[in-house]
């Protein structure tokens, strides 16, 4: 049946998505053909400035959009077909609660997933011309040292660390997906004006998530870190070191965040849901 | 063989002043066309989804063949609501694959000849279609499972007067003597020639539980007059 269920899942949210995430794509590469892969700092003016600042801002626009409408179509496929009329159809077949919930998370996460890559990618399409790729080559020492790939991280390549950062972000994704499905249910339990409380929902817990994170990071010496070494006159700051902590830190606390999140989502899913 | 429904001290509260069902106590055998008539907010409907599984009971216990509703009773119960409940971008032959997908107990070919003899066009998507005829679609594919309990919330409310003696059909000829239909609807002089039980519900509360026949050979009134008597204004 799970498989039944993400079969569906993922029929109903590739009605748009692919090609929200295809329009990303070409709108990086006309970037790159058009804008950065132009760039020529040799003949650079206040003008040109300008416009490139005016596309990157058009660029992160459209990434944020993107991201925005991956989640939103995944949170809008939950609720509607778990708490809307659909719902009548959806929680009336011989299937659990627990599987429905799996089913939408796995969807969800494969297109959150697929969201991070093709994000990944526009940014390498557009940042990565040969001009930045050259600079970079042959700088490739200094920058890696100036970041703090010294000592225990001279080994670090720049592959590795974006390994590491992109399945750091594929499993901030993932958690986003868990945390929208939690609000849409919270919402649930308001007795009218459901989608508002699903939002109010999502704002509280984001709120209640940030805070806790602050408060995580400065008992374990992160944020302290930060505000010594910016405040300090020697400049002994290790980016590398400090993202790695952030990191170890954030994982930890998005992977138990999530888990109660999703418990909760069962909870309410199985214990408070009147379809009205 | 168990009884195909059973329900005690069944009680749903929406807050703490109202009670849309209170108190309830049923038991209902197989083999029989049921109907559920009350007047508007009476609690029809809510008994209907506490049935189904899509509300929770604030009280009280709930039945379906000797089993608490969930996975295995939503095998047996096939279940058509007031609302349309259908995707509406998908086609009619893709929600028949849905159907056929998750029930076990359905039958696409019977859903093909239905779908046939009421000459609704399978590639049509349900959101081009009128909203009786998507009832009728939604109805076809309620009745062609083989079901234990086949719960039917207002079925003709919405469909012209000639196609409501193909769907009365349709429902005596799908069911067999090892199943119940319970019908909810305010049509009581539709369907009552079909009914061999009537339930009145009255605030919350089962004023009546009786066969059709006694009705008429008791009292001598059909249904639907007893009905205008019990819930008069």
Redesign the interface.
Same mark, same amino acid.
């Given at each position: 049946m799970l498989k039944k269920l993400i079969r569906y899942d993922m029929k109903s949210l590739n009605h748009f998505l692919p090609f929200l995430h295809i329009f990303a794509l070409l709108a990086s590469i006309l970037m790159r053909l058009f804008v950065t892969g132009r760039i020529n700092p040799q003949s650079s003016s206040k003008q040109v400035d300008f416009i490139f600042i005016l596309f990157f801002i058009l660029f992160f626009t459209t990434i944020t959009a993107l991201s925005t409408g991956t989640y939103l179509l995944a949170g809008i496929r939950f609720y509607k077909n778990m708490f809307t009329d659909e719902g009548y159809l959806t929680r009336t077949l011989p299937v659990t609660n627990a599987t429905h919930l799996l089913s939408k998370t796995i969807a969800g996460s494969i297109w959150a997933v697929i969201n991070m890559s093709v994000i990944y990618l526009c940014t390498y399409l557009v940042l990565c011309t040969p001009y930045i790729q050259s600079a970079v080559t042959s700088h490739k020492a200094e920058i890696l040292r100036e970041f703090g790939a010294t000592g225990e991280y001279a080994g670090l390549s720049f592959s590795s660390a974006l390994t590491v950062l992109f399945l750091f972000s594929c499993l901030g994704s993932i958690s986003s997906i868990v945390m929208i499905y939690a609000s849409v249910a919270l919402g649930q339990l308001f007795s009218s004006h459901r989608v508002l409380g699903a939002v109010v929902s999502y704002f509280a817990i984001s709120t209640v998530l940030s805070v806790l994170s602050l408060v995580v990071m400065a008992l374990f010496g992160n944020e302290t870190r930060l505000i010594i070494t910016a405040g300090s006159e020697g400049d002994n700051f290790n980016f590398i070191a400090y993202m790695i902590d952030v990191m170890k830190t954030s994982t930890i606390l998005m992977a138990g965040t999530s888990v109660i999140l999703y418990i909760m989502t069962h909870y309410i899913m199985n214990k408070k849901i009147n379809l009205i | 063989m168990n009884p195909i429904l059973e329900c005690y001290g069944l009680t749903k509260s &929406?807050?703490k002043i109202y009670s849309a069902l209170n108190n309830l106590n049923l038991s209902l055998e197989r083999g029989q066309i049921i109907g559920l008539l009350g007047p508007n907010g009476s609690g029809k409907t809510t008994f209907i989804?506490l049935i189904?599984?899509?509300?929770?009971p604030t009280s009280g216990e709930i039945r379906i063949n000797g089993m608490a509703p969930?996975?295995?009773t939503?095998?047996i119960?096939s279940?058509l609501?007031e609302?349309?409940?259908?995707?509406e971008?998908m086609r009619v032959k893709e929600i028949i694959t849905?159907f056929s997908?998750? &029930?076990d107990n359905f039958s696409s070919e019977r859903a093909y000849r239905m779908l046939d003899d009421l000459q609704i066009d399978t590639n049509a998507r349900l959101k081009t279609l009128s909203k009786g005829t998507k009832e009728k679609v939604q109805l076809i594919l309620v009745m062609s499972r083989d079901a234990g309990l086949y719960v039917l919330d207002e079925p003709i409310g919405g469909v012209d007067p000639a196609s409501r003696d193909y769907i009365l059909s349709t429902i005596l000829n799908n069911y067999n003597e090892d199943a119940a239909i319970l019908i909810s609807t305010h049509l009581i002089h539709d369907i009552e020639n079909i009914l061999d039980r009537v339930l009145f519900i009255k605030q919350g509360q089962l004023v009546l539980n009786a066969a059709v026949d006694e009705i008429r050979t008791e009292q001598g009134k059909s249904v639907d007059t007893l009905f205008r008597e019990v819930f008069r204004c």
């Open positions: - | &929406y807050n989804k189904n599984d899509v509300l929770v969930g996975v295995e939503k095998k119960v279940y609501p609302r349309t409940y259908l995707d971008t849905y997908d998750f &029930y």
